[in-house]
């Protein structure tokens, strides 16, 4: 029960200080829960504080506007250029509707991605734009948390099919299907897949790959379905050795493409579904002395800058990540200010963006 | 001053509950300051909270601790590769040592820089990692701000001339000298700059230029400075013609490359200052029909596993991203448990990596 100061108005900073016996800016320090005051201060000014029945207000004013205008963005990986582009959507929408936006990197890491949300819980965001690594019904539980507690979430570039949500996407299998298409009509059947689910050793039949790509990334899974699609449709049998598998980095799909080009029959056409397996892809060209169009055709996820100025330059997918991240913003903020979550996929569309890189086999 | 409830203990989130007659989940997210609460029942809420003399968890945990276990990042544009690089340094090392991080991007806006200093504030994050636009000592109130109240700044990148604070950066002089040197000594004295600072209209003098630079970021200055340095040694006159002027984007490099490439005495190098530079440098190139490294040499900040992959692959500068960020962190890491700022630049080396886009002029 707090001391009577007798006196009216609640306490001041000022006056939990003097009755600490510290400065002004310690007292704040200590009750605005920022910057490092020691133990011993510390005590003293919370032992003042509790005296007079000081009442932070930074709290007082959190729970009199009830919002505190920030979204929280959880990505996968900061370093990707997609995302990176994402968050620009994100940001850009975000203060045009004066929210501010803080952003946690989980690195791919389903942990980290449960640690990420507790931060942004704990400091109070909004509402949550997520590109979660989760997959399975267990790994929701943070979701969950996040939603159970008031903040609204929306996905974005990856679904999470055990949940509810409303989703930002594009149409991943679509756009891998008509890549693919291309290849195809260029003459192209033995078309390497760079790169597939993280499975050790090849999965040997087209269920057992699935299944491996189902268990990983949702975004992974649509582009291998896209690229099966194609396959089916012109009647090209589904060849493991085409598919890489292990861990999705660069270096690994240098090792897979090499691979593949050691095959007796080797992939004329490579289709890539991210930057770092197109440049591990065109290490291992360049290793096997061998030169796109001329000798293997190659179309590839995400476009760039550099993509354009390569010599001869890319075909590639150009994914609207600006978009993206604009729409997941505008989807939480309606929600935010009402509107009631439709829990629906919002399905943007990507572009191929056709250059130099695709010839007809066996020039 | 709270009603007497005739009973031990704090009040509970359930007795406030009980007392508004709302459900706990609404009174919680009313008094967490998270979420949606109608403004009706929110008020109900807080009066009964004001009442009871209820007094919030966050709140107090937050005054016992002192210390959130956050730090926050603030970041001039999270779409470079280089800051993704810096920001992975780090979230490494400080969840080494038990902290999150929380990043903001400025978009090179120092408005922006302001307001992402005062949420971080708001956010009550430990320490702040900076990479500013400010230069003048007028704008640099923000980071005052910060630091009055206990929070402390360490700068990344960049530095401020005006404040004495730890900072983290590369050999930006050296580095640039060391790169143009390389063209020197293959032969080249006709050396492009590109990109120089945004000036409108090409500065004639080169103490001009360096009133524009310093008018500028730190980083471009130096490296303008390095350029410089290296044409002194060599007894090189400066031509005001060779450095790229105006805004820093892509397709104002090429602009800028085509235009000095159009010149009598067009250059044979060029020295590229940022990624968008080299790009943009390239399409010009190609659009005039040049081939690197035979009709123009060419070195750029920063590398990455496209310029490995150029065909032939680009001579770079490759700055130690990851140590950078790695570092700050470390600094402000140590300074939050108790060590003494030591207000000093801690200088890290690039490196040059030496590919195939330098050859002698004139072959």
């Not at 108005?9 to 009750?31: D, H, K, N, Q, Y």
């Not at 005590?43 to 920030?70: C, D, I, P, Q, W």
């Not at 699935?210 to 699609?229: H, I, K, P, Q």
């Amino acid at each position: 029960m707090p001391a009577d100061r007798g006196q009216a108005g609640p306490p001041t900073i000022s006056e939990v200080a003097r009755e600490a016996g510290v400065g002004r800016a310690t007292a704040a320090r200590t009750l605005g829960g920022y910057g490092y005051v020691s133990p011993e201060l510390r005590e003293r000014v919370l032992a003042a504080a509790e005296k007079l029945g000081y009442r932070a207000n930074a709290l007082a004013r959190s729970m009199s506007t009830g919002v505190s205008h920030t979204l929280g963005v959880i990505v996968a990986d900061i370093g990707n250029p997609f995302f990176a582009g994402v968050m620009r959507g994100i940001s850009d929408t975000s203060r045009a509707r004066g929210f501010d936006t803080l952003v946690l990197s989980t690195y791919e890491d389903l942990e980290e991605e449960v640690a990420a949300t507790n931060v942004l819980i704990d400091k109070r965001v909004d509402g949550v734009i997520l590109s979660s690594a989760a997959v399975h019904r267990k790994e929701v539980a943070h979701i969950k948390a996040a939603i159970d507690r008031g903040i609204p979430v929306v996905l974005v570039d990856r679904a999470v099919p055990s949940l509810e949500l409303d989703t930002v996407v594009i149409n991943n299998r679509d756009a891998a299907r008509g890549a693919v298409e291309m290849l195809i009509e260029a003459g192209h059947r033995r078309i390497g897949f760079v790169w597939g689910p993280p499975a050790t050793g090849v999965p040997a039949t087209r269920r057992g790959l699935l299944t491996e790509a189902s268990r990983n990334l949702w975004t992974d899974g649509e582009r291998l379905r896209g690229y099966l699609d194609a396959l089916d449709d012109a009647r090209i049998p589904f060849d493991p050795e085409l598919v890489m598998v292990g861990r999705k980095i660069e270096e690994r799909a240098t090792e897979e493409v090499a691979r593949m080009l050691a095959l007796p029959d080797r992939p004329t056409a490579l289709f890539c579904t991210e930057t770092d397996a197109v440049t591990g892809s065109l290490r291992a060209l360049r290793a096997a002395g061998l030169s796109y169009p001329r000798d293997i055709a190659l179309i590839g996820f995400d476009d760039s800058a550099w993509a354009a100025v390569m010599e001869p330059p890319l075909t590639m997918i150009e994914q609207p990540v600006h978009e993206l991240g604009a729409k997941a913003a505008e989807v939480l903020l309606d929600i935010l200010e009402g509107a009631e979550p439709r829990r629906e996929m919002h399905v943007l569309t990507s572009r191929l963006i056709v250059r130099s890189s695709v010839a007809p086999p066996g020039r």
